[in-house]
Antibody, heavy 123, light 110 residues
Framework: QVQLVESGGGVVQPGKSLRLSCVGSGSILSNYFMHWVRQAPGKGLEWVALISFDGNSRSHADSVKGRFTVSRDNSNNTLYLQMNSLRAEDTAQYFC????????????????WGRGTTVIVSS | QSALTQPASVSGSPGQSITISCTGTSSDIGFYNYVSWYQQHPGTAPKLLTFDVHKRPSGVSNRFSASKSGNTASLTISGVQTDDEADYYCCSYTNTNTLVFGGGTKLTVL
């Protein structure tokens, strides 16, 4: 059973930083591209970032570019999202997600999702 | 990148078929065959229903089918069931190497 577990969320003041983690079990995450997706309270889904299986290729949404950075540590089966210069509008539940099997040539969907971790940016 | 356009809500009676549309542009849906659809029940993580326009992951009911024509993608649910009442989101790859979601559609089963 593949499982993703996010952690690192919390309440943080505007302008501060936070690092989210996503640990995989039952699946070797190093074989897959990975995404971060967020959902503000009562709102829809927003794609945040994508990273290749080896970490050499990354893409970020315009709304977080220059402030957030996706990375991974394959030796620990862990995905990260470093969030700097946080704003109130970054308040959301953050999900990590794995692409479907055999999708590394077109890693543009999310087949396995964690339960999410909540980030609240407030003074 | 602007969000894809979905109807805010749709409804149907049990056993009926319903279709949810998702309209983008020639920079996303219209150019790439990388559209996916997700179902989300309240308080839970999204679930992948279809990807690469029409592929269905193992374990997803064949009552869910998807297609694309021009800049518009569609998700059809055949034989709607009460369990299908949820929010549905489309998503597409774009020409800036990013992904964009639709605003979401709430399905009500009458």
């Amino acid at each position: 059973q593949v499982q993703l577990v996010e952690s690192g969320g919390g309440v943080v003041q505007p302008g501060k930083s936070l690092r989210l983690s996503c640990v995989g079990s039952g699946s070797i995450l190093s074989n897959y591209f990975m995404h971060w997706v967020r959902q503000a309270p009562g709102k829809g889904l927003e794609w945040v970032a994508l990273i290749s299986f080896d970490g050499n290729s990354r893409s970020h949404a315009d709304s977080v570019k220059g402030r957030f950075t996706v990375s991974r540590d394959n030796s620990n089966n862990t995905l990260y999202l470093q969030m700097n210069s946080l704003r109130a509008e970054d308040t959301a539940q953050y999900f990590c997600a794995r692409v479907p099997p055999y999708s590394n040539f077109a890693p543009y969907s999310m087949a396995v999702w964690g339960r999410g971790t909540t980030v609240i940016v407030s003074s | 990148q602007s969000a894809l356009t979905q109807p805010a809500s749709v409804s149907g009676s049990p056993g009926q078929s319903i279709t949810i549309s998702c309209t983008g542009t020639s920079s996303d849906i219209g150019f790439y065959n990388y559209v996916s659809w997700y179902q989300q029940h309240p308080g839970t993580a999204p679930k992948l229903l279809t990807f690469d326009v029409h592929k269905r992951p193992s374990g997803v009911s064949n009552r869910f089918s998807a297609s694309k024509s021009g800049n518009t993608a569609s998700l059809t649910i055949s034989g709607v069931q009460t369990d299908d009442e949820a929010d549905y989101y489309c998503c597409s790859y774009t020409n800036t190497n990013t992904l964009v979601f639709g605003g979401g559609t709430k399905l009500t089963v009458l």
